[in-house]
């Protein structure tokens, strides 16, 4: 007798979820550890901030490949490029833990190391982006997406905070190879998922398909304002991302209150993901979604006249309840919308465009970073935020403007 495809499985016993689940977790802590033992290695070995900025723009430089990497993706079976991903990025996390324990390892190796990384990524991306929809049942694709947010914040946070411990304890070589220890077990605990079989299609030339992918976002409004959303979203954020530490410093609250405000953000985070768990098939994401953008925007106009740092952190745990939300409900839009054939090119354009928000606001912000008021910057992300929830609420209120073709609206209502 045939097994059950796990999306036709009540959420408690599909087996292929809590797999899917369980390595994204440890992975999640193993990637939020590794990330303080790269930064404080590339300082040792270089004594340069700059240094570190080049390590990191050249990990996201790849990501512009991305809508490239997520054509290929939609040509391969899911497993395949999912399984390679975390075997590649495993192999460069030992291979660069076991350089540092050596001796061996310089800075330019760890700039090699991430561009590679980077490359895998802007194809691993797109793959993540399709797995949850094949997983799960519609009906409890609102509760797993939240698992899976609210999980992945939770573990980054405990490695966040437990990274600059564990590097002081053990050293950045340890560290590095327990991240790439967790790739190892991501990759294992694959195999044991169950990936439904695409259905077959009849192929195309690599560029047919690609342009394609452009044609099919852009032939309905709401998929075309998607990526544009999450551009924004992002966007929108980077004053708050700038601003923030010097506005604590002047409040005498230091690096410290620094680095509480984030945790804040973070363990609003996970409340809200907590709160879309409750909630599940109770979700609606296409309601929530302008009004939690809404929410965002508020938040960041409160925060532009906070006063003291209670007043920061207590915005702080809010905001992060409603980016939560707000990107809960874009997760699913996504996953309801489109078309499976186009995971791949939608997710990795979606991935792309709105990555590239937050890099871009800060380069164009940051010459007048130093003589604009907090208030006024705050104010204005807020203001055009507002505006931009108006937008979207628009949008996505008139049918004959937010149809998408093969749309399946059951969990999106």
């Known amino acids: 007798m045939t097994a059950p495809h796990p999306a036709q499985q009540p959420l408690k016993r599909n087996t292929s979820f809590w797999l899917w689940w369980l390595g994204s977790a440890q992975s999640a802590v193993g990637s939020s550890l590794s990330s303080v033992a790269l930064a404080l290695l590339v300082l040792k070995l270089s004594g340069s901030a700059g240094a570190l900025g080049i390590n990191l723009a050249l990990s996201l430089l790849p990501g512009l490949l991305s809508p490239l990497m997520g054509t290929l993706i939609d040509r391969l079976p899911l497993k395949l490029p999912l399984i390679t991903g975390n075997l590649l990025r495993g192999a460069f996390q030992l291979t660069a833990g076991g350089l540092a324990l050596r001796g061996q390892i310089s800075v330019e190796v760890l700039h090699v190391l991430a561009l590679l990384t980077g490359l895998v990524g802007a194809f691993y991306a797109p793959a993540g982006m399709g797995v949850l929809p094949r997983l799960v049942a519609k009906a409890d ?68 398909e690609f342009i394609g992918g452009l044609h099919y976002v852009r032939s309905s409004l709401v998929l075309t304002l998607l990526p544009l959303l999450g551009f924004f979203i992002n966007a929108m954020l980077a004053p708050m991302e700038m601003m923030v530490a010097p506005r604590m410093l002047t409040l005498g609250a230091g690096a410290a209150g620094y680095g509480l405000f984030f945790g804040m953000v973070v363990g609003g985070e996970v409340l809200g993901s907590l709160a879309v768990v409750a909630l599940g098939d109770r979700f609606k994401p296409r309601r929530i979604s302008a009004a939690a953008l809404g929410g965002v925007a508020v938040l960041l106009l409160l925060l532009a006249f906070t006063r003291t740092p209670t007043q920061m952190y207590t915005v702080a745990l809010g905001l992060g309840a409603v980016l939560a939300v707000n990107n809960s409900a874009i997760s699913l839009l996504f996953m309801s919308w489109v078309d499976s054939a186009y995971f791949g090119r939608v997710g990795s354009l979606l991935n792309m465009i709105g990555t590239a ?57």
């Open 141 to 208: 694709l609102p509760r797993a997406t939240g698992l899976m947010q609210g999980t992945s914040q939770s573990m980054s946070l405990l490695g966040l905070v437990g990274g600059g411990v564990l590097v002081g304890a053990f050293g950045s070589a340890a560290t590095l190879i327990a991240d790439g220890v967790s790739f190892m077990v991501m990759a294992g605990l694959l195999l044991l998922v169950a990936f439904p079989a695409r259905l077959p299609t009849t192929p195309g030339t690599f560029w047919d």
């Open 357 to 413: 928000g937050m890099p871009l606001s800060l380069l164009l912000l940051a010459p007048g970073a130093d003589h604009v008021p907090f208030w006024t910057m705050l104010s204005a992300s807020g203001t055009v935020t507002l505006l931009a929830a108006a937008v979207w609420h628009w949008a996505l209120s008139r049918p004959q403007l937010s149809s998408v073709p093969g749309e399946n609206s059951s969990p999106s209502k």
